[in-house]
């Protein structure tokens, strides 16, 4: 069985994007930005929902091929391909660059991927994160909380129907005053 991880940046007020999907604030140090290229580096595949894709896969497939690309960007663009990636969308009509697009039911897709033998998963996007974690499907949460507080927009957790208890595993903190906390979920 795989592991499946819901990790993003978020504001000390618990958003993802600000409103109208402001997510200017969360611009990450050079230490942080390496620590999200291996994280995508040991990821085996990732879960995207439409409005990270697009902001995703509009700027990483030809960032190493942009005038001033620093090698950490170079080497994030080539993770960033290489890994396979599963769209859930009912708006996208096609996907590239090492992904396949589901337009059916996001949770029974999750189920069955994660009841598939492989390495570690990734879910990304509040809005497909959110039905996840309500499926009970999410076994880790990486918050990386930024020092901004945004005052509403896109959520990272999302209502549910009951708790959730979580097990600290890991602490740490980035320039900027930046602060990870990664939870396991108990079962």
Known sequence: MRKLTFGMNLSVDGYVAAPGDDIGWSAPSDELFQWWSDRVGATELSLYGRRL???????????????GATPEHIEFARRWRDMPKVVFSSTIR??????????????????????????????????????????????????????????????????????????????????????????????
Request: aromatic residues 8%; charged residues 20%; proline residues 6%.
């Open 94 to 187: 096609k996907v590239d660059w090492n992904a396949r697009l589901v337009t059916g039911d996001a949770v029974t897709e999750i189920t069955r991927l994660k009841d598939e033998d492989g390495g570690p998963m990734d879910i990304g996007g509040a809005t497909l994160a959110a039905a996840a974690m309500r499926a009970g499907l999410v076994d880790e949460y990486v918050l990386v909380t930024h020092p901004v507080l945004v005052g509403g927009g896109a959520p990272f957790f999302t209502a549910l129907d009951s708790w959730v208890n979580l097990d600290l595993v890991e602490t740490r903190t980035f320039p900027g005053g930046v602060v990870l906390t990664r939870y396991e979920t108990r079962r």
């Open 53 to 67: 894709w697009e902001t995703m896969s509009s700027s990483w497939p030809t960032a190493d091929q942009q005038p």
